[in-house]
């Protein structure tokens, strides 16, 4: 069984940098491919960046790309989503998603599409 908790989260001013890791508790975590989400107050989950099992390609929503760099350590069953120059839109909890169930891997990332989830942290932006 799949377990996963975030961390790293906190309270920063715009233009800060902040780093988040998630930690895998199971079976083959390199067999995972992995993913990071956020929800508002308010709003839907929705995608922030995805990784392959193997590291080698990642994807990332229009509004972090260029900010955020998402990588796997998979020697310490580890993801890490490195935050920089943070805006107080990214204020969220943001989740920690493994277990792609979904359909073609890259095309198009929806909570649904991930069968395991962390309980989230908090990450609060301030201007």
């Known amino acids: 069984q799949v377990q996963l908790l975030e961390s790293g989260g906190g309270l920063v001013q715009a233009g800060a940098s902040l780093g988040l890791s998630c930690a895998f508790s199971g079976r083959a975590f390199s067999s995972y491919h992995m993913a990071w989400f956020r929800q508002a107050p308010g709003k839907e989950r929705e995608f922030v960046a995805a990784?392959?099992?193997?590291?080698?390609?990642?994807y990332y929503t229009d509004s972090v790309k260029g900010r955020f760099t998402i990588s796997r350590d998979n020697a310490k069953d580890t993801m890490y989503l490195q935050m920089n120059n943070l805006k107080p839109e990214d204020t969220a909890v943001y989740y920690c998603?493994?277990?792609?169930?979904?359909?073609?891997?890259?095309?198009?990332?929806?909570?649904?599409?991930?069968?395991?989830w962390g309980r989230g942290t908090q990450v609060t932006v301030s201007s």
């Open positions: 990784i392959h099992r193997n590291g080698d390609n990642s």
């Open positions: 998603a493994a277990n792609f169930v979904g359909g073609v891997w890259g095309r198009l990332f929806r909570p649904t599409d991930f069968a395991s």
